[in-house]
């Protein structure tokens, strides 16, 4: 995947943390879908702070959990703007401190945003390094993680989050993966286990 970039729409570091807790368990397709109308209701936090819940579940309400995430929208802003200065921290544990914000979406933030060497697991992630040979045995995506960035270069890490994604969510799919197609076949070693 020559262009490893997230495929969730943003204009800055507000947006994408708005748009990567709406991801949560929702496809990126769906999300973009809705983010549109919630940026212009509430285009920075201190607006989305001070948004009543159930405004904010009507125009998310076709995103999965949507109660849940618009309380945790609210208050991910309300932390953001009293405990950050409305500055989205590049820390992974200060990112966590916000609803909504766990492991996987704080290592997106910091990765996407400040470049920095966190990787993101999620099923797509998880399932690829794991057939590819990545990982191995890795029975949470924590353990995943930490052996992806035990043996990535710091340098690509922020950018192999992407490939991996991309990988599993177009080639590497859940069921039937395009393995004939791949060109990571002769390094991976699904394929050698189930074609050779």
């Known amino acids: 995947m020559p262009i490893a970039e997230t495929e969730l729409h943003y204009n800055n570091p507000y947006e994408l943390l708005v748009a990567v807790i709406l991801s949560a368990q929702c496809t990126d397709k769906r999300v973009n879908m809705v983010t549109p109308a919630l940026f ?49 921290p590049d820390d992974i544990n200060d990112l966590q401190k916000m609803p909504g914000v766990g492991r996987k979406t704080a290592n997106v933030i910091a990765s ?35 052996q992806l960035v035990k043996y990535l270069p710091d340098e690509i890490i922020h950018k192999a989050h992407h490939w991996l994604i991309l990988h599993g969510r177009y080639v590497c799919v859940a069921r039937n993966p395009k393995c004939k197609q791949c060109k990571l076949k002769p390094f991976c070693k699904y394929f050698v286990k189930k074609y050779n």
């Open 112 to 146: 996407v945003i400040y470049e920095k060497p966190a990787m993101a697991v999620d099923t797509h992630v998880f399932r690829v390094s794991e057939r590819i040979g990545l990982t191995y045995r890795a029975k949470t995506p924590l353990q995943a993680e930490q």
């Open 40 to 88: 212009e209701e509430y285009p920075t936090a201190y607006e989305l702070a001070e948004a009543e819940q159930p405004e904010v579940f009507e125009l998310i309400r076709s995103i999965s959990y949507p109660n849940s995430k618009s309380k945790h929208l609210i208050g991910m802003a309300k932390i953001l703007i009293g405990e950050f200065n409305n500055v989205v």
